[in-house]
T-cell receptor, first 117, second 111 residues
């Protein structure tokens, strides 16, 4: 079945540094991917829609200059947390749908645990 | 966007059938209903998807009444490993499954 892979699975960084998270669709092409953030014991919150070859669209309240999204190819979207601070510590998850499979579910990556110290 | 309402938590025992109901009163004509399972520190995993009536796969059944304003996920004979959060999501799959997650239902399966 379709697989979405994220890298890294876990990252610890110092406050003020930038962190890049990759999301890859391993066996299908995805013109659209989604990025979510999840705080402990909370639900997933949609952050933005990543569009291949064009700008991402952000949900209300999400800072586009802080969460930089690049979808340069049909199999890769990246989320860069710029100048990360402790409040950015969270679980980041991407998802994509295999658009060629018709009535298909969205596949989620395994998530990236970001800890900013 | 169709909002979903689920019970915050449910308890069950091993071997029992569990039914989790989700309300989505303002579901749109093009919306499908999809259920996901999430374990701690993992991404959600697809369980089942349907549009109307009943859908069954190897792990669950999904019951959707004619008015589609609710749906019920049925897990037969749960085990301890089914302890997880279950999310009911409603969305237009033509929109690449852009989902807004509700609170989900934390299912606790006890021995």
């Amino acid at each position: 079945g379709a697989v979405v892979s994220q890298h890294p699975s876990r990252v610890i960084c110092k406050s003020g540094t930038s962190v890049k998270i990759e999301c890859r669709s391993l066996d299908f092409q995805a013109t659209t991917m989604f990025w979510y953030r999840q705080f402990p014991k909370q639900s997933l919150m949609l952050m933005a829609t990543s569009n291949e070859g064009s700008k991402a669209t952000y949900e209300q309240g999400v800072e586009k200059d802080k969460f930089l999204i690049n979808h340069a190819s049909l199999t890769l979207s990246t989320l860069t947390v710029a100048s990360a601070h402790p409040e950015d510590s969270s679980f980041y998850i991407c998802s994509a749908r295999d658009q060629d499979r018709g009535l298909a579910e969205a596949f989620f990556g395994q998530g990236t645990r970001l800890t900013v110290v | 966007l169709a909002k979903t309402t689920q019970p915050i938590s449910m308890d069950s025992y091993e071997g029992q059938e569990v039914n989790i109901t989700c309300s989505h009163n303002n579901i749109a004509t093009n919306d499908y209903i999809t259920w996901y399972q999430q374990f701690p520190s993992q991404g959600p995993r697809f369980i089942i998807q349907g549009y109307k009536t009943k859908v069954t796969n190897e792990v669950a059944s999904l019951f959707i009444p004619a008015d589609r304003k609710s749906s019920t996920l049925s897990l037969p004979r749960v085990s301890l490993s089914d302890t997880a959060v279950y999310y009911c999501l409603v969305g237009d799959i033509g929109n690449f499954n852009k989902f807004y997650f509700g609170s989900g239902t934390k299912l606790n399966v006890k021995p």
